[in-house]
């Protein structure tokens, strides 16, 4: 039986982008297109509603008791190839809270660039985020691999969305190139693992090959399957991509490939990896590979971010080095790590969305994204200055912002089971990330403005943006609401 | 939507509702900031009234509500209500809840608290009225009073200390609250530095408690106390101390409080004189279980508040600002404080914590009064005769010097007073058998001098004749009835305030004592060889040597001026060491200070400058700078260049993983 | 059919999937890259039917993965035509070497 429950925020995704591209044949070509946005807002708004219904139901607590037509089973569908248990909520609330954020920051660059084509970003957007949000409760690697080319392939157009710009049409043609390639990588991988167990069920794939000794070939399939992942989430040495997408990419597409898209990776590793490969016979070997990659991308991607001068190329590395820190906790694993890994992942979408938001709206004003065009934007528009200051620390992992208490579990996690080593490297590196971040900072507060016309921005950015420092703040002094979630989400993958 | 029968129900029945005492003032300090915001970016014009009756409300409410608690908590005073609010922090090991508790303690402590608080946020409007930081002002006082409340209520180390460091903060707010004049902005970052090193200790201590029992909640505490032995008791006890002294004013960190004067006066009065200043004593009662079990540091705070008490009073006696004596005062009546926990009679502390809060409120609230009459004249040799023209005002500074005099066998000072020297002379002290009496004689002759400068100051005040400006004297008025009732309530209070805590050795009740002894079953109090019978014979001594200071204070100062000028030129040189308060701000400034600015300057200059950040980290940067460039060429742009990399980097993989 | 054994699939498939790698790794042309995806892609299907039929021929699963990769195939290579032709109107050339205005 299906229960439809089980893809309610998807039916609303899709729902929505093809509403939006139906709509758009009404328009007249140089209108504007205020009820596409409406519709696409109101589709993601939908999507986190029936999110949140459908969490209340299973834990019980939903005061509507109409809409728990199932009390509190966790709704499956498609013979369990699909399962929203608290995990892929928790992934799906990420994953939806950063669409809508993409939405805002796209909303402030088709002001901008008035020739885009507002319908089609609009519906590839949902749909991305629809094959993100399906990734998540994916039980089975077909439905993965399905969920995940219907994000990326999304992608690739988003980030040649810009047919003018040649930059935006370099970093399209780059993505898609490494990205097919990997792709293919993985796809090797899945196709061993198949081999190996006969089935692509990933929990039977963990039934089979609990008794299975280790064997060169799996091993092999393994690595393919890393790799191919590891591009996806953009770590060490799988993240030449990055930079040159991220820089090239339209700024909100940008900010959706470092959070949602980030997100849907590690998502995939989670089920994929401590569910499918956590066998005695497999397990040291891809904690080991993680290990090597968490250490390369913490260090190359600080690294790297140092002599840079676009902002957004900045923030390409800086999300290599965060997909590090999130490795380390998602190796030590267990209910510790995996709560760490969603925790921090949450304050990691507000810390970087809300970075991105400012970019998109200084960008929208000045046309830059010179990190030396920042200067003085705290007298320009205060509350940039502070989103700029609070995020960036957050991210570096200065207490008492969120950052910190997210770091402080992932590293501890990782120090409890051992991989001491791996915490010091992330531990010396949040220091030298301090310098880039502090860079743009101090560019922000400290310079004086060559044009000081304020920048202004409209209220529910300006809403946006002070919720987020709020939340960037609050969480950092008390976490416990939501560790208390992402406990019960990590406590779910085990059950 | 809160109504009034939920209230009554709820109060009445459980402790659901404890949250609200702190959060009424937090509201208001909100609504307050809120408002003042918007009225300084002009967005909307706010009355001062609107102000007023928000902080004020808030105030009163809270005062309602914890007074309703208390009474219902009264009934059942041994089961302590607690309220668990939220988990504050939650990681593998350490687990703070964020909760209040609501005991014999707290409870009147936060009835005490409200309840003073009220009555100087009405005295406030008349006081502060035409300042134009009114919103500002009345915000940083709710949140003062939120903070305060915190930290009573807290039933957790790391509460409690959050509350510590927010009254800190506040105090720091307010003391520079005309933040333009220099001086009183540097006030305010004396206050806060000082306060620094008291809290270094603090934390230190809660550091080691963590260490040892791997909790913070004061139940938990209580009941792992074993694994405190004396030897750590001790430290943790000391640790606490510096924090205490560092609030509470002691030897040697005193000196931040006669500056902290700078502030408003109702501030002077509800945080440095009422409030925030007896979180010391508080902190130390609050921990009395840990206390007993060290000795030394609690012979130790015995004598260091003796000392202070002694010690504020004789600078006290030569101050000729108005407010200035009554900070060294306050210092000195802090010092009895810590004298009465110090001897482990921790409700004596308490008891005189209270009566002092009451009539010291009121001596500076009259004070204030004083000060606006006179147009923001403190110097006490301008004044004189003010007694005719200001009747309401002085009214209450005699209520408030009676008190503190102890010059009336009923009023509040004298009571509490009593108790202290009384237990100090009756506790024996297991390290030096002679301890016990050397303190009783130094705080009765500390009672001779606080009798002394007190009648110093009022005949100097309020009777004689006017010795100050023409100009001021024409306009000299009354203040506003908003300003002296609440002068007239406190020091009708502070009269009979000492009631709750009459001895039983001369037929009364104790009931403060016996309110709070459940809390306190640990102190070891025994007669000190000394018997019991003594007590009211000892009482009608210091009753018979207050009177010997009031009566040769007004002898001098009020009749035989003469007399006052021989003195001062026969002992000019005690004068004049007595004036430069003992030069302990100067000594300060050339010891600590200086030896503090020599070695930041070392550091900074050679250690941090010169080698830290000129050869190491310089070297540090070349490095990481030069990989960096390395890796930006590896960033070549070709994409079949990040191809071969992917390629590569997984062969690389499987060549180290199938090879090991 | 029965009589070759599973393992010569195998070796045929990884061929193929080695051959794909190098044309993705040696050739300049835009399309010429993609094309050595597809033959990867062609491996890992190979691959999906040899071990399908070695397990069950009749649980399916193995033929359909094969049908996802090949549409989801399709769809890439449309969209990579696209992007391949936008980008050839701003360089004159698909000679992926010629596309390295990003980089640092």
């Given at each position: 039986m299906i229960q439809y429950q089980a893809f309610l925020p998807e039916i609303w995704l899709v729902g929505a982008a093809f509403l939006v591209l139906i709509f758009e044949l009404f328009y007249k070509s140089n209108s504007d297109r205020g009820l596409l946005k409406a519709v696409a807002v109101v589709g993601v708004v939908g999507a986190l509603l029936s999110l949140g219904c459908e969490l209340g139901c299973v834990s019980g607590g939903c005061p509507v008791q109409a809409c728990c037509s199932m009390g509190t089973t966790v709704p499956t569908a498609f013979g369990g190839f699909l399962k929203t248990d608290a995990l892929a909520a928790f992934f799906k609330l990420i994953i939806l809270l950063a669409t809508l954020l993409t939405l805002l920051i796209s909303f402030r660059y088709f002001k901008a660039n008035p020739t885009f084509y507002v319908a089609e970003f609009i519906a590839i957007i949902l749909f991305s985020a629809a094959g993100a949000s399906v990734l998540t409760s994916a039980q089975e690697i077909i439905t993965l691999y399905v969920a995940l080319e219907t994000l990326t392939i999304s992608s690739y157009l988003l980030a040649a969305f810009m047919k003018k710009d040649k930059s935006s049409n370099e970093a399209g043609m780059k993505y898609l190139l490494l990205g097919a390639f990997s792709s293919a990588l993985l796809l090797f991988g899945f196709s061993y693992l198949y081999g190996f167990t006969g089935t692509t069920v990933i929990a039977d794939i963990g039934k089979a090959l609990a008794t299975q000794v280790s064997s060169p070939l799996l091993t092999l399939a393994v690595i393919m399957i890393v790799a191919g992942l590891a591009f996806k989430i953009s770590l060490a040495p799988f993240h030449m991509w990055t930079p040159d997408v991220y820089e090239g990419s339209p700024t909100p597409v940008t900010a959706f490939l470092s959070v949602a898209s980030k997100t849907a990776g590690f998502a995939a590793f989670v089920r994929l990896f401590w569910v499918g490969l956590s066998v005695p016979a497999l397990q040291p070997t891809w904690i080991g590979l993680f290990a090597v990659l968490a250490v390369l991308s913490i260090i190359l991607g600080n690294l790297e971010a140092l002599p840079q001068r676009n902002i957004k190329r900045l923030m390409a590395y800086s999300s290599i080095a965060q997909a590090g820190y999130i490795s380390a906790g998602f190796l030590a694993g267990g209910q510790l790590g995996l709560t760490a890994v969603l925790f921090y992942l949450f304050v990691y979408l507000f810390a970087n969305m809300s970075v991105f938001l400012a970019i998109a709206i200084v960008n929208g004003k000045t046309g830059t994204d010179q990190i030396e065009d920042y200067a003085g934007i705290w007298k320009r528009s205060p509350l940039i200055g502070v989103v700029l200051l609070v995020g960036l620390l957050s991210l570096a992992g200065v207490p008492p912002f969120a950052g910190f208490s997210g770091k402080w579990y992932l590293f501890g996690a990782a120090i409890s089971k051992g991989y001491t080593w791996i915490a010091l490297v992330g531990m010396i590196f949040s220091v030298v990330s301090l310098y880039y971040y502090l860079q743009v900072a101090r560019q922000a507060l400290v310079s004086e403005p060559k044009d000081p016309s304020p920048i202004e921005m409209n209220w529910v950015e300006r809403a946006v943006l002070v919720i987020s420092v709020v939340f960037i703040v609050t969480l950092g002094f008390w976490p416990t609401p939501v560790m208390q979630m992402a406990q019960t989400a990590a406590s779910s993958l085990f059950n | 939507m809160l109504k009034l029968e939920h209230f009554q129900n709820i109060t009445y029945t459980h402790s659901d509702w404890l949250w609200l005492i702190a959060a009424l003032p937090l509201l208001g300090a909100f609504l307050n900031g809120f408002l003042t915001l918007l009225s300084a970016r002009k967005v909307l014009t706010v009355k001062p009234w609107v102000n007023a009756l928000i902080a004020c409300g808030a105030s009163i409410a809270s005062f309602i509500v914890s007074w309703e608690m208390f009474l219902s908590f009264k009934k059942a005073p041994d089961s302590p209500w607690v309220q668990d609010l939220f988990n504050w922090v939650e990681s593998a090991a350490f687990h703070v809840n964020f909760s209040f508790e609501l005991n014999a303690l707290s409870g009147v402590m936060v009835v005490f608290i409200t309840f003073v608080a009220s009555l100087i946020h009405l005295y406030s409007i008349g006081y502060m009225?035409?300042?134009?930081g009114f919103g500002r002002y009345f915000t940083y006082l709710n949140l003062f009073l939120f903070s305060m409340l915190v930290l009573v209520l807290g039933q957790d180390l790391l509460v409690l200390f959050l509350g510590w460091e927010g009254v800190g903060f506040c105090s720091y707010l307010l003391i520079g609250?005309?933040?333009?004049?220099v001086a009183k902005a540097e006030a305010g970052k004396k206050a806060i530095i000082v306060n620094r090193i008291g809290d270094a200790g603090f934390v230190a201590g809660l550091l080691m408690v963590f260490a040892l029992a791997g909790t913070f909640n004061f139940n938990e505490l209580l009941a792992h106390k074993q694994v405190f032995t004396e030897t750590t008791a001790t430290l943790i006890c000391l640790f606490f101390f510096i924090g205490a002294a560092g609030k509470s004013a002691q030897i040697p960190l005193y000196i931040w409080l006669p500056d902290a004067m700078a502030g408003p006066t109702p501030v002077s009065a509800l945080i440095h004189a009422a409030t925030m200043v007896t979180a010391g004593v508080y902190l130390v009662a609050r921990l009395d279980f840990i206390y007993v079990l060290a000795p030394w540091a609690s012979t130790l705070i015995a004598v260091i508040g003796v000392l202070t008490a002694l010690f504020a009073a004789t600078i006290a006696l030569v101050q000729t600002d108005i407010k200035k004596v009554l900070a060294y005062s306050t210092v000195s009546q802090l010092g009895y404080m810590f004298l009465g926990v110090g001897v482990t009679s921790y409700e004596s502390g308490i008891f005189h914590l209270i009566t002092h809060g009451f009539f010291k409120a009121c001596l500076f609230l009259a004070a204030g009064s004083v000060i606006h009459s006179l147009r923001g004249?403190?110097?006490?040799?301008?004044?004189?005769?003010l007694l005719k023209h200001i009747p309401m005002t002085s009214l209450g500074f005699l209520l408030g010097w009676i008190a503190i005099a102890g010059i009336l066998p009923t009023c509040g000072g004298f009571f509490s007073k009593d108790e202290i020297l009384w237990r100090a002379l009756a506790t024996p002290n297991p390290i030096f058998p002679l301890l016990p009496e050397v303190l009783y004689v130094i705080a009765l002759f500390t009672s001779f001098l606080t009798a002394f400068y007190m009648t110093r100051l009022i005949v100097m005040v309020f009777f004689g004749d006017y010795r100050g400006d023409r100009e001021v004297y024409e306009h000299l008025h009354e203040s506003p009835r908003i300003m002296t009732w609440p002068v007239l309530a406190l020091g009708i209070g502070s009269m009979f305030i000492g009631w709750i805590g009459?001895?039983?050795?001369?037929?009364?009740?104790d009931e403060l004592g016996k309110f709070l002894d459940p809390l306190f079953h640990l102190s070891t109090l025994d007669a000190n060889g000394v018997s019991p019978k003594l007590e009211p014979i000892l009482m009608l001594l210091s009753f018979l040597v207050a009177w010997a200071g009031v009566a040769l204070a007004w002898y001098a100062y009020g009749f035989k001026h003469s007399v006052s000028k021989n003195l001062a030129q026969t002992f000019s040189g005690v004068k004049k060491v007595l004036e430069g308060k003992y030069y302990v701000d100067e000594f300060y400034q050339h010891t600590v200070v200086a030896f503090v600015k020599a070695i930041a300057r070392w550091v900074s200059?050679?250690?941090?400058?010169?080698?830290?950040?000129?050869?190491l980290v310089e070297l540090g940067v070349q490095a990481v700078t030069r990989t960096a460039q390395a890796a930006k060429q590896v960033q070549s742009g070709l994409v079949r260049a990040y191809l071969a990399y992917i390629a590569a980097g997984a062969a690389l993989l499987i060549y180290l993983f199938l090879h090991s | 059919m029965n009589s070759i054994p599973l393992v010569h699939f195998l070796y045929l498939a990884a061929m193929l999937f080695g051959v794909g790698v190098f044309g993705v790794l040696a050739r300049k042309n835009a399309i010429s890259v993609l094309m050595g995806i597809e033959l990867m892609l062609n491996a890992v299907n190979i691959n999906f039917l040899a071990f399908a039929r070695y397990w069950n021929w009749n649980s399916l699963t193995g033929p359909v993965f094969v049908v996802f990769v090949i549409t989801i195939a399709a769809a890439e290579a449309a969209v990579a035509l696209a992007i391949i032709i936008s980008i050839y109107r701003h360089l004159r050339t698909a000679n992926v070497d010629d596309a390295h205005y990003l980089r640092g």
């Open positions: - | 009225k035409n300042d134009e609250f005309w933040f333009d004049d004249e403190q110097d006490i040799r301008k004044m004189g005769g009459v001895p039983t050795a001369i037929g009364g009740a200059q050679w250690l941090i400058e010169g080698l830290f950040v000129g050869r | -």
